[in-house]
């Protein structure tokens, strides 16, 4: 059986990273699978993709795409336009996604409309809010999906109720905890620790991107004002998604304890994630690193992909307003906040059980 995987965005990556490992520890001899690496291009700068190949150990791609940029629809029509060449070029078995991501979808129709089978590995998860781009690429994936790889019970159910066959359903965990797994005696010090005097557990994390957080210049200074003002004068660092930079250079709003810093790299990233007494974020794959990690986090969003992340882990979410951002923070500072725990599967071993699936599939072939 021969399988393209896709990665096209900086979460596809650490979601791929451990599939491919595990594709290199089967033994040459008796295995039936060959697998190709391709890269969208979705994001093409060294900071959102060239740094995650190198420290996750993911092999150079295949292909690069080289789709770039662009409005959601033409970054749509620009991969699928590629990724059909290249299909009828190379063709395959079985095309494996992850994720939300652009890439994810475009692919998926692509595999769809040329007879080939289609596996979505983060399959079955919703927020129910059609606002966001990435439910829309959920919805579509998972309505032409052949194989389901889910990381909960509650996407199991997801799928179930939206007609799914459960015989095509595998709940198997959460590559990205494989990852996480992996590298955690990695995390290494970034620069700023030091430029800044951070101290363990003694600072706060904020990662903010989504429209309708930051599309809004009133939005965004409001909510880094409610944050700022909340922390007893404590170090914020927030590493600056570009779309979010754009933003902050107009309104320029400065306070002498937020640091505003470009994207980090996997590893320094998640070593302030580890240590920081809090995270602030309106991203779902942080939610769940967080979760694992048992470090309290407060999701600024309405809704949200991973309620195991709230149910069983130490993730809230509370909206958008920021309201509740003061007594939220200030229950983690006084030490009150849930103490939280990891979700079932999320044991490290995730893309073991979807290669030992994969490779009953394969038979099939």
């Known amino acids: 059986m021969n399988i393209d995987i896709i990665a ?53 791609p295949d292909i690069n795409l080289e789709c770039g940029s662009g409005s959601q629809a033409e970054q749509t029509g620009n991969i699928m336009i590629a990724f059909e060449k290249d299909l009828i070029a190379n063709p395959a078995d079985l095309v494996l996604v992850v994720g939300d991501v652009t890439s994810t979808m475009a692919c998926s129709i692509v595999a769809k409309k040329m007879g080939v089978k289609v596996a979505h590995v983060e399959a079955g998860i919703r927020s129910f809010d059609l606002s966001m781009p990435e439910e829309i690429n959920r919805m579509v994936t998972d309505a032409i999906t ?30 990205m905890i494989d990852t996480l797994y ?32 930051v599309d809004d210049e009133s939005k965004i200074e409001h909510l880094l004002g409610e944050i700022v003002n909340s922390v007893n004068g404590l170090p914020v660092i927030f590493p600056v998604h570009p779309r979010t930079k754009r933003v902050l250079e107009r309104i320029n709003f400065i306070a002498s304890n937020l640091h505003l810093i470009d994207p980090l790299d996997y590893l320094e990233f998640n070593y302030l994630v580890l240590n920081a007494m809090a995270v602030i974020t309106d991203s779902g794959g942080i939610t769940e690193e967080t979760t694992f990690m048992k470090v309290p986090c407060i999701t600024l969003r309405e809704t949200t992909e991973r309620p195991e992340t709230i149910f ?54």
């Open 182 to 213: 992996k590298h955690f005696n990695d995390f290494r010090e970034p620069r700023e620790w030091k430029l800044f005097g951070l101290i363990k557990k003694k600072y706060f994390v904020v990662t903010l991107h989504r429209p309708a957080n």
């Open 312 to 365: 069983t882990g130490s993730n809230e979410l509370i909206g958008t307003d920021g309201k509740l951002i003061r007594p939220m923070l200030d229950k983690i500072i006084a030490s009150k906040w849930k103490k939280g725990g990891i979700p079932e599967l999320w044991d490290g071993k995730t893309s073991e059980r979807i290669v030992e699936i994969l490779l009953k599939i394969s038979s099939r072939f």
């Open 8 to 60: 096209g965005a900086r979460p596809n990556f650490m979601k791929i990273a451990p599939i491919i490992e595990a594709f290199k520890k089967l033994d040459p001899d008796h295995n039936k699978i060959t697998w190709r690496l391709i890269h969208t291009g979705q994001h093409y700068d060294k900071s959102m993709s060239g740094n995650f190949f190198k420290q996750l150990g993911i092999p150079d």
């Open 146 to 175: 052949d194989y389901f790889f889910t990381t909960s019970v509650t996407a199991n159910q997801n799928l179930i109720k939206a007609g799914i066959d459960g015989n095509k359903i595998y709940f198997v965990g959460n590559t």
